[in-house]
């Protein structure tokens, strides 16, 4: 229960880091709150040979807000902590403080980072499927320059993602929301803080008429990455965000998860839980979009 | 490069220099370079909360932390709780009066996480406890003693008849 | 929980709550449970494991574990010599007339195959955990997968694999015991249910994990163990015996433990053996 051992690197400047991982390649690992590493380590999991500590980056840690787009940008170093209480967050990506409590445990969010948990692609993890509804972007960089991923292209299997050797992933981009949105994030665990035997993420828009203009579903323990419900969400645009609309909906999701099962829910108990949780988020995003179209009138 | 480099740590408002490996875990730097084994060590992966310390303020597992992560960053450890006579702080004297711990083994665990909850929470109820004990595992007690021992300590509930 | 609970009451030993003695050092962090036992220049052990349930254990090379810097030995159920017997049996059989009883206990190191996943195969002593740990990959094995039972009722059928070679159908004990005249009973019945109850295997998991250490002072020729054990008195007897030591050579201290829950009694443990 003890890591192997590794040599440490502590730079100071993001291009420090990237010229480091640049020469070490997979024999490196980027170390930032470590809340999922570590472990892997100290199971020996983990075996990299050299960690590069990007903790005295104090450039990685900022939240803001683009004055033009209403887009927010998240630093590599922004934590999940910060994803919970942020007032900038409560106000733009209300959906992230929603899912944050639900990540592990308050000691584990004091340290661990958006940007890890993703790179780190564990498909029961709730900040992926989060991603994918919110529609973001992220901005991966190494020693050659920054490229864009939109984050549907991220997530490529379990623990793996569209990361190259050298690369790491610096920042995420939330579009603003448009007008008359809602959204929800629903997470049926055995005990807060396991893991998530099923989560849905849901973003929906309404047309100023009042029906359902755009929605995502994307749903977490559902499969070997973060599962993208398009079904469900297609057969939502158009039509008024009731009730028996949602079911009609939840009922899609089937056909667009592989959940693998495991000792803390079977996979015939995962998709029953798909279909009642969706419907659960789905009114809860449905309630609030209409809740900010009726503010808006 | 592997090998031992020197450290610094600042725990419980004092400096200790020494020279450990990258790999040492904060919370083996903690027991078995400083002798401050209150932190205790259990699952080792950062479930049970037996290692939960407090890093600026904050509470967070040592056994998820090498230590040279540590450095520059202000650590507090249970030992930092009672006074320099031994004397129990509130929170330590509510889980006496209360009966909140049996082995012990979890307790400073326990302290540690509630010690920033104690002082930024003057009067949580019960579900706000319970929520905010959720990441330290117990076997012993079945939590009710230590939620008792909180709204003891925030003068929410006197305790039953103590000697 | 009443806000108006009364405080202070009579002073009464009976039905009065008691504040322990023990709590404040526990309070304070200052407890010492095994592994904050000061044992300076102490080695550490770390075992090798099987990841097989069932399977026979061929040729076990540790040479290249003994060559790595800061190892101190390895041990293999081969070294231990008569210390590597069966376990002293912890329930003795109850007497119960026409009782089959077949003991099979364990021996502290595997020999001849091994019989549980997790079982230790072998033992690194070297300077601190991380580098015993390290070692753990240096020691190969060679296994030969058996197949492998773990459903009650199916290793109770007389072709179920064997965990023992000598013991069909993996029974440990059948004992049949009667009490009244159930006929009677039954043919006065009103009703007769029978049910087959399953439960799940009961785990304990103190937080405090099992925990065991030992010093030798040869000018004394008298041995300390400190374990993590509800048992100490049973495990001095069982180590005297196992090491060949009369009771007063060695002496077996439980300091503050972290939880036993059943799981710390009695069971004579590989480590509570090899350690020592």
Redesign the interface.
Same mark, same amino acid.
């Given at each position: 229960?003890?890591?192997?051992? +590794?040599?440490?690197l502590?730079p100071q400047t993001r291009d420090e880091a990237l010229t480091l991982k640049a020469e070490h390649g997979d024999d490196a690992m980027f170390?930032a709150g470590?809340?999922s590493l570590?472990?892997a380590m100290? +199971?020996?999991m983990a075996q990299p040979t050299v960690?590069i500590?990007i903790?005295a980056l104090d450039d990685q840690a900022t939240i803001t807000i683009d004055p033009a787009s209403g887009a927010l940008h998240l630093g590599s170093r922004v934590r999940h902590?910060q994803l919970e209480f942020d007032p900038q967050i409560a106000a733009t990506a209300p959906l992230l403080a929603e899912a944050a409590p639900f990540v592990?445990?308050?000691?584990?969010r004091?340290?661990g980072t958006l940007c890890g948990n993703l790179a780190h692609a564990d498909p029961a993890s709730e900040f992926p499927a989060v991603m994918l509804a919110l529609d973001a972007t992220f901005w991966v960089a190494s020693t050659a320059g920054k490229r864009e991923l939109a984050a549907k292209d991220f997530f490529l299997g379990i623990y793996t993602t569209a990361l190259e050797e050298t690369e790491m992933l610096v920042e995420v981009v939330l579009p603003a929301s448009p007008p008359r949105s809602g959204y929800a994030f629903v997470e049926m665990a055995r005990?807060?803080?396991d893991y998530a035997q099923m989560g849905v993420a849901v973003c929906m828009a309404l047309h100023e008429t009042g029906t359902i203009e755009s929605a995502r579903i994307v749903l977490c323990s559902a499969g070997d990455t973060p599962m993208n419900a398009h079904n469900a969400a297609s057969a939502l645009i158009g039509e008024v965000p009731d009730q028996p609309v949602f079911e009609a909906a939840a009922a899609l999701v089937d056909q667009d998860i592989a959940p693998l099962g495991s000792v803390h829910a079977s996979a015939e108990f995962q998709r029953h839980l798909a279909q009642v949780l969706t419907r659960r988020a789905l009114s809860i995003a449905g309630a609030r979009a209409t809740g900010e179209r009726r503010q808006a009138a | 490069?592997?090998e031992p %480099?020197p450290i610094t740590l600042h725990v419980n408002g004092r400096d200790h220099t020494d020279e450990v490996? /990258? %790999?040492l &875990?904060l919370s083996?730097f903690l027991r078995h370079r400083l002798r401050l084994t209150g932190t205790h060590v259990g699952c080792? =992966?950062?479930v049970c909360?037996a290692c939960?310390i407090l &890093?600026d303020g904050? /509470?967070? %597992?040592s056994? &998820?932390?090498?230590a =040279?992560?540590a450095a520059g960053h202000e650590i507090t450890t249970v030992e930092n709780l009672a006074g320099p006579d031994g004397t129990l702080n509130s929170l330590q004297q509510a889980f006496r009066q209360a009966h909140a711990l049996q082995c012990g083994y979890c307790t400073p665990g326990i302290l540690m996480?509630l010690t920033p909850f104690f002082a930024e929470n003057p009067k949580p109820d019960e579900s706000e406890i319970r929520?905010?004990l959720?990441?330290n595992l117990c076997r012993c007690t079945g939590y009710q003693n230590i939620v008792d021992a909180v709204l003891i300590a925030t003068g929410q509930i006197t305790a039953k008849g103590t000697t | 929980m009443s806000p108006t609970s009364p405080s202070i009451t009579a002073r009464k030993l009976l039905g009065a709550p008691l504040t322990r003695n023990e709590d404040p050092v526990l309070l304070r962090g200052a407890a010492q449970f095994v592994d904050d036992v000061e044992l300076p220049d102490a080695l550490h052990a770390t075992f090798l494991r099987s990841p097989y349930a069932h399977a026979k254990l061929g040729p076990i090379d540790v040479s290249a574990a003994l060559e790595r810097p800061g190892v101190i030995a390895v041990y293999t159920a081969a070294d231990l010599g008569p210390v590597c017997r069966p376990s002293p049996l912890v329930v003795p059989a109850a007497p119960v007339p026409g009782l089959i009883f077949n003991e099979a206990t364990h021996t502290p190191l595997a020999t001849g195959k091994v019989r549980y996943a997790g079982e230790p195969v072998a033992m690194i002593i070297a300077e601190s955990?991380?580098l015993a740990?390290?070692a753990l990959a240096d020691i190969s094995v060679d296994y030969e997968p058996l197949p492998v039972v773990v459903d009650l009722k199916r290793a109770a059928t007389p072709d179920a694999p064997r965990v023992h070679d000598h013991i069909v159908g993996n029974v440990a004990a059948i004992a049949h015991q009667t009490k009244g005249d159930y006929a009677a009973a039954a043919a006065n019945a009103h009703k007769i249910i029978r049910r087959q109850l399953s439960y799940e295997h009961g785990m304990a998991h103190p937080m405090e994990t099992r925990c065991v250490a030992a010093r030798y002072d040869t000018l004394a020729a008298h041995l300390t163990v400190w374990a993590s054990t509800q048992a100490p008195a049973a495990l001095r007897t069982a180590l005297a015996e196992r090491l060949s030591l009369g009771d007063h050579d060695l002496r077996v201290v439980a300091p503050f433990v972290g939880g036993g829950f059943g799981v710390k009694v009695l069971m004579y443990y590989p480590e509570e053996i090899l350690i020592p």
């Open positions: 229960m003890k890591p192997a051992p +590794f040599d440490y502590r170390l470590g809340q570590v472990p100290n +199971f020996r960690l500590d903790g902590r592990a445990h308050a000691q584990i004091n340290r005990r807060p803080g | 490069m592997t %480099r490996e /990258p %790999r &875990l083996d080792e =992966h950062g909360g939960t &890093l904050e /509470p967070v %597992r056994c &998820l932390t090498f =040279h992560q996480t929520d905010a959720s990441g | 955990r991380y740990e390290d």
